[in-house]
């Protein structure tokens, strides 16, 4: 008989704040050719030549200002993901948690599944869309350790859920709180990419960016599209919680300098909309499950101090999905839909 289980996937963390456990992570994070997709030479001189240099001491001192007595806030939130669901689903059906960077790694958690016998797995990563340096990068990691230490293992993976109803519902039941506050404007800030990744991403070389309306105009090619995906969970969302036209609109923040990535960056938009009127603020991060650094010291602390000091009266953020329960039964229904199928 096969013994099922359920993976886990989300981003991961350094192992701690001190510089060299933080040069460590981003070695492995931006060393990945999915995240820098720069050829190899030219990556390794510009990580190890420029990046490295600088960028681990910052974020050192970024991650310190989140970091919890426990460790950090995503992979602590991770475990009581994975802890919670797995008390939903019962014995029979274990969870574990592997992160893409940092600890636990892929590697090890696949070791053990099948030590403990795992033969069939549901691979769940925690991005609800489509993206090469997220989603893409994690299935493609799974696949690689899964030949090299289990090639038995067999595996379904759970396809991008930007827009499936029971996460939709997850995530209006988790906003409609902060929503029923008096607010002037929703915003939604996405996670941004380089938009060259959008023309990569489309297999048909003819959509992303090239045809007016891209995001709206259906094609095959939304199937890999970031921000088609991003945009349907805002419109689904929207929808839902029945937000006005002129009530939301939609930012990407994290962007790195050298190439077009996808705007309006949030950073701006946190400076302009002040003068619009737009003065108490709700900005809620949906490719984010789990609230990290992006979300924390990112758009609670910065983005905060960047809104209010351009004349801004309040500004939340919603927490995002996190472990709680709207968001633990949407994957139990998930992993409920695998097990009929077994």
Known sequence: ???????????????STSVPDVRRYLREFLGDERVLDLPAP??????EGIILRTRPKKSAHAYASIWKPEGSPLVITSRSVREKLSATLGAETPVYLAMR????????????????????????????HYAM????????????????LAPGMNITTVQPFFQDADY???????????????????LFS????????LRKGDSSKAHCTLVADCCTTCSPAHATCYKAQVLATTRALVARAGIAADKHSVSFQSRLAGEPWLSPFT????????????????????????????????????????????????????????????????????????????
């Open 190 to 197: 996405y996670h941004g990419i380089p938009e060259r990744h």
């Open 1 to 15: 008989m096969s013994q099922r289980a359920v993976l886990l996937v989300n981003l991961g963390s350094p192992d």
């Open 267 to 342: 950073d701006y938009e946190l400076k302009r909309l002040p003068k619009v009127g737009k003065k108490r603020l709700l900005i809620i991060c949906p490719a984010f499950v789990a609230d990290c650094l992006e979300t924390i010291e990112e758009i609670s602390e910065e983005g905060r101090d960047d809104f209010m000091a351009a004349g801004g009266e309040s500004f939340q953020q919603i927490p995002c999905l996190n472990d709680q329960k709207p968001y633990i039964e949407f994957l139990a229904q998930r992993v409920g839909r695998w097990l009929d199928l077994r």
């Open 133 to 148: 340096s997220s989603w893409e990068t994690v299935v493609v990691k799974v696949f690689e350790q899964r030949t090299k």
């Open 101 to 128: 960077y940092g600890n636990p790694s892929i590697a090890s958690v696949i070791a053990k599944m099948a030590e403990d016998g795992v033969t069939e797995v549901l691979l769940f990563p925690q991005y609800p």
């Open 168 to 186: 939709i519902e997850a995530l209006y039941q988790v906003t409609a709180p902060h929503l029923s506050q008096p607010h002037d404007h929703l």
């Open 42 to 47: 030219l990556r390794f001189a510009l990580l």
